[in-house]
């Protein structure tokens, strides 16, 4: 778990680096991308009583996958080695901890990225609990994810030309559907993941 841990740490680190070189001296808000995505995550995970809803368990994944790209940029600023963040939060998912409820825990979590403008790596760690989100699941998602921020920059993010939905779908939901069949143990998992996303796109139209 370390080590993956400290893959993600230095994926997260060229992610910001490949949008800004100087991210760490910038002073972006990465909290105020945290709380919204938790309004997003909650409108997938459903909270409106007047009508049925079902939570979208992909999309609740992808989107604490997010939050977890935001987090991990907030933990890399902080005054402490890699090998230490990695202690600190290989610690935390090790913890144990009772499920509780997911709309609750997500508001004290919300609540607290405000507060403090920081990653509550406990209240996060709390969330996948709740919903069974297990950390090899999270690994294979976030790896995933960072090669779909590494091609969307690739191919014209930033400069506003790159197109979000190939044949109906959304790039995310050609994601989650890449990996499924891909080995993500295997060495290039991350190049053959970036190469399935190439050719989809490539005949997007």
């Known amino acids: 778990m370390r080590q993956q841990i400290l893959t993600m740490l230095d994926l997260q680190d060229a992610m910001n680096s490949k949008v800004n070189a100087d991210w760490r001296q910038k002073g972006f808000e990465w909290y105020r991308a945290i709380w919204v995505e938790c309004a997003e995550l909650m409108d997938h995970y459903g909270w409106k009583w007047w009508k049925k809803q079902t939570p979208d368990e992909q999309q609740v994944q992808l989107e604490l996958v997010d939050i977890w790209h ?11 080695s890699r090998e230490h963040l990695a202690i600190d939060l290989e610690a935390a998912f090790n913890r144990n901890r009772c499920p509780g409820d997911f709309r609750l825990d997500l508001e004290a979590f919300a609540l607290e990225t405000l507060r403090s403008r920081g990653f509550d790596t406990d209240g996060f760690v709390r969330l996948m609990d709740d919903i069974g989100f297990e950390f090899d699941q999270l690994y294979r998602r976030y ?7 590494f091609f969307r920059q690739d191919n014209g993010y930033q400069e506003g030309t790159y197109c979000k939905s190939w044949q109906g779908r ?6 989650v559907e890449i990996i499924e069949g891909l080995d993500a143990g295997h060495r290039a998992f991350k190049d053959n993941l970036y190469r399935a996303l190439q050719d989809r796109y490539q005949t997007k139209a």
């Open 143 to 149: 790896v995933g994810k960072n090669v779909l921020n």
């Open 70 to 80: 935001f987090g991990l940029s907030l933990l890399l600023l902080q005054d402490k």
């Open 170 to 175: 959304e790039d995310n939901e050609h994601l």
